[in-house]
């Protein structure tokens, strides 16, 4: 394992270290999230491609679903505890896991203590898998400490932050470092990258106008930086921006951060 | 039950506190308290005040105060507070310049009147470009309140840091006076659709005198 | 079938000029609070947050303690201390007074609690309404409207609008400048405030250990109303005390920044009781009334008794993506934006206008800018909590309901949940086609609202886990 695990790696001596920490090639957990899942499953092939090429391992716990987001953001907590037992469970032996989406990694590792205020076992598990967490630009940066994967795009694009990213995990300037080593890859800011999206999970179907009003705005700013791409780190935004890009005709596809750097 | 009682009783019940309960220990009051001299403190004053649109003078002397105030009031209507300061500076003996009242219908009516209010300043802060006026027999409200122009003199040895140091200076403003107001500038308003306008209903013009 | 609220909403949307306004005037304030926190402006923004916030749940948690020796020091310094539990009391003790002092005319500063408990429609019904001096709140009382944002009440109207309401209202002759406008109100308010009786003004701050109204403005509107009368009454929400003149230090340090952008408000007042003996003017009598309307009973509920904290600076309003779409008026109450959606139905119930706590995307920049750091979106999440069991309890929004708790459990069943997922080609493929074409009662669910506004993803091949256990069964895994 280990020699052909390090020539892989960029940065030798901490591919070495690493290497050394784990007896075995280093390892990650993939929790995909229902959405990419469903909808977006080549997020998913994009980030496995990548974390193979720096060198880590994925495991894929078959019976994953979802983070219950959808259901405690709705108001319905009984429901999302009964889905967050059910995740905890599957990944209760997983020693990182990687999320690929802000808001899905935000839930598990900020907002299950919450709903298991007062159960004090599940908790303790909520608690303890709060810091193997990760969010996968920030796994990139923080645990693989990588910053270069070899990526190669020829292309403008511009960065959309994602709220619970943004403003839960402190998520901005990673995903920016990431992209700023994409070999042919120019990155225009817009003027309201920080805006919300309009998403928002159920409010997007409750209040469609609104949300709509929302992307609209969005999507003249995206427009102003004339890119050829949006690049974000969470799916649910990008169907939301997707969409509204679709319905204007607009010539501008979205991509994952993910999808992004697997580019070669 | 009184309406007092009442109010009390359901914030008691709220808390779970007791009536006579002594509260539990506050967080200490927080100041930012820099070391500036005074010259720093007139140029940082005067600094700001720019930035709000307020004019400035510093006047080496009592002569050259009453210079610039004479050269402001000219002949117009212009009515002066009591202050000492006003009085060795020779304010009060310009022309035009009416001081000493003493009651409050003669002062309102002579404010309403007037193109300037002349006043002195308990403080200034330098920080945010702020005078402090505290309502006494020596200085009315309405002076600094109802004439178009507000002129003011403060002594360059009461120019305080900011608020945070007029706050540790006097942690208790009641004790001094009914009202004490800080003016940071002319009066303005942004309400119809944003746009800037001084002179709303105080003074629209204002100029600060250091001494 | 559209609600009322949904059609407002709709409205709203789609006036053009009125999106304009909502979303430069908004994007104007952001700004100037942005310049004035900056790091480089204001290193130490955060630590002063969190100061306040602790002052502020500190005053809270011994709040009777505070109220009690606020009363003795405002008494102490001539002041009397009114208490009155709702609006009612409020009105009744106003309506005493103007009878008392033969009061013809009454002066009104702007204050979010005064509009909370109608104040002017209910003195208007005793024959004496207030008139209000706040530029904007003099706009929107011509006009007989609601403010539309806590700082800036008129941010809706153009200087057209201003010229009609004055020309119709005022009798002067047509004005479309605005610095002109400006002093036709100047001129207008100017004789009331010297002949008034009676000024009313809300208040700021109440410092307990001084017995001190604080006041802050731009105008000098606040100071002619608590100067040129005889009378100032003061109207305060119990929840606007602090402990110590010197916390304001902190509070006012954060108030004008977060609010208008301005380190301070051009006037700030801090009042202690009428004019002195020995003071030339100044009210001769001031009463100080204690509100309560509903904040005991926000008071009680531990999580959320936070909402208390805010200092009504109008940041949220500025940051929220919601507000800078729907602006004030779509809000059920006179409080609008992030604070207003909180504390609306913990005043009025969850039940009142339960889609509220719902209406938000939930992206937090309101939290990132409150300066007294009220979890806005927990409350919210809690409060969409609350809806719901009190619409199970009520028999209401099943649809919903079981909606979730199928979906949960399929979630909690990987194999059926992979097996729901089957489905997804066929719904993706809805498109514009099968969905379109549902029937009536059908046609309102999420597929269609998001069809409403944006197109749906293209329909992949395969799911993820299957193109995943393919990979695998090739690597012979």
Known sequence: ?264 | MTERAMILDQVRRALGRTAGQAPAPAPPPRFRIPELSVEARIESLFCQLDKLGGKTCLAGSAAEAREYVAGLIGTKPAVASNASLLKECGICELGSVQSGFTDRDKLRAACAEAEFGITGADWALADTGSLVLLSSPAEARLISLLPPVHIALVPRSRILTGLDELLSTVPRPAELSSSMVLITGPSRTADIEQILVRGVHGPGEIHVVVV | ?477
């Not at chain 1, 990419?36 to 080549?42: E, H, S, T």
Request: with cysteine; proline share 5%; aromatic share 8%.
């Open chain 1, 1 to 264: 394992m280990g020699d052909s695990a390090l020539r892989r790696r960029p940065g030798g001596l901490i591919g070495l270290e690493r290497a050394v920490e784990f007896k075995f090639m280093p390892r990650a957990s993939l929790f995909v999230t229902c959405i990419v899942d469903q909808l977006f499953p080549d997020i998913g092939v994009a980030l496995v491609e990548v974390l193979e090429r720096i060198g880590w391992e994925v495991d894929f716990p078959a019976d994953q679903t979802c983070c219950g987001q959808p259901a405690f953001n709705t108001g319905y907590r009984d429901e999302a505890r009964g889905v967050a037992r059910h995740f905890l469970k599957v990944f209760r032996d997983a020693e990182y896991i990687v999320v690929p989406s802000g808001s899905c990694a935000a839930m598990i590792a900020r907002r299950y203590s919450e709903l298991f205020e007062h159960e004090p076992e599940w908790l303790e598990e909520a608690r303890r898998l709060e810091p193997r967490v990760w969010e996968f630009s920030k796994f990139l940066l923080e645990v693989a400490r990588v910053e270069d994967v070899g990526a190669r795009l020829e292309k403008v694009v511009t960065f959309h932050d994602s709220c619970h990213g943004l403003r839960e995990l402190g998520i901005k300037e990673g995903p920016r470092r990431l992209l700023g080593r994409v070999r042919g890859l120019e990155l225009r800011e817009m003027d309201i990258s920080e805006e919300c999206c309009g998403f928002g999970g159920t409010f997007a179907v409750k209040f469609p106008e609104i949300s709509g009003g929302m992307v609209r705005t969005k999507l003249d700013s995206i427009l102003r930086t004339g890119a050829g791409a949006v690049v974000g780190i969470d799916a649910s935004c990008l169907m939301q921006i997707r969409g509204a890009l679709s319905r204007a005709g607009a010539p501008i596809e979205t991509m994952h951060l993910a999808q992004v750097l697997a580019r070669r």
């Open chain 3, 1 to 477: 079938m559209a609600t009322e609220s949904e059609l407002k909403i709709a409205a709203t949307l789609a006036d053009g000029r009125l999106q304009e306004a909502i979303y430069t005037a908004t994007a104007r304030l952001a700004s100037h609070r942005r310049a004035v926190v900056a790091t480089d402006v204001l290193p130490d923004l955060e630590e002063l947050r969190t100061q306040a916030n602790l002052v502020k749940n500190h005053t809270l948690e011994n709040l009777d303690h505070y109220l009690e020796q606020f009363e003795a020091n405002a008494t102490a310094r001539g002041a009397r201390v009114v208490w009155a539990r709702d609006g009612a009391a409020v009105v009744e003790f106003l309506a005493g007074l103007v009878s008392e002092k033969n009061a013809r005319l009454i002066v009104k500063s702007k204050s979010m609690t005064t509009e909370e408990i109608d104040l002017n429609e209910r003195l208007a019904e005793r024959g004496t309404e207030p008139v209000e001096t706040d530029l904007g709140e003099f706009i929107i009382q011509l006009a007989h409207e609601r403010p539309y944002h806590i700082v800036a009440p008129a941010l809706h109207k153009t200087r057209y609008d201003v010229a009609d309401l004055f020309t119709a209202r005022l009798g002067v002759e047509r004005e479309i400048e605005i610095e002109k406008q400006t002093k036709i109100a100047r001129r207008v308010l100017r004789e009331k405030f010297l002949a008034a009786d009676i000024g009313v003004s809300g208040a700021n701050f109440l410092v307990a250990d001084s017995g001190t109204v604080v006041l802050v403005e731009n105008e000098g509107n606040i100071r002619l109303t608590t100067t040129a009368p005889k009378v100032h009454v003061a109207i305060a929400g119990i929840e606007k005390l602090v402990p110590r003149a010197q916390d304001l230090a902190v509070f006012l340090r954060l108030l004008g920044r977060s609010g208008t952008g301005q380190p301070l408000t051009v006037y700030t007042s801090f009042l202690s009781g009428p004019r002195r003996e020995s003071e030339i003017d100044g009210p001769d009598e001031l009463y100080i009334v204690l509100l309560d309307n509903g904040r005991t009973r926000l008071l009680a509920d531990r999580e959320k008794r936070q909402s208390l904290y805010c200092i009504r600076c109008g940041a949220c309003l500025n940051h929220c993506p919601v507000y800078r779409k729907i602006g004030g008026h779509n809000y059920p109450w006179v409080y609008s934006g992030p604070i207003g959606a909180v504390i609306t139905p913990q005043y009025l119930g969850v039940t009142h206008q339960p889609w509220l706590p719902f209406a938000s995307s939930l992206c937090s920049a309101c939290a990132e800018v409150c300066p007294v750091k009220i979890d806005l979106p927990k409350l919210l999440l809690d409060l969409r909590a609350e809806v719901n069991q009190a619409q199970a309890r009520q028999g209401r929004n099943r649809l919903e309901r079981l909606a979730f708790k199928m979906w949960a459990w399929l979630m909690r069943h990987p194999r059926l949940y992979e097996m729901a997922g089957l489905m997804m080609p066929v719904v993706l493929s809805g498109g514009h086609g099968w969905i379109a074409r549902l029937p009536g009662p059908l046609n309102v669910g999420p597929a269609r609202a998001w069809l409403s506004q944006r197109d749906l993803p293209p329909a992949p091949a395969r799911s993820f886990r299957r193109i995943w256990r393919a990979r695998q069964e090739a690597r012979g895994n």
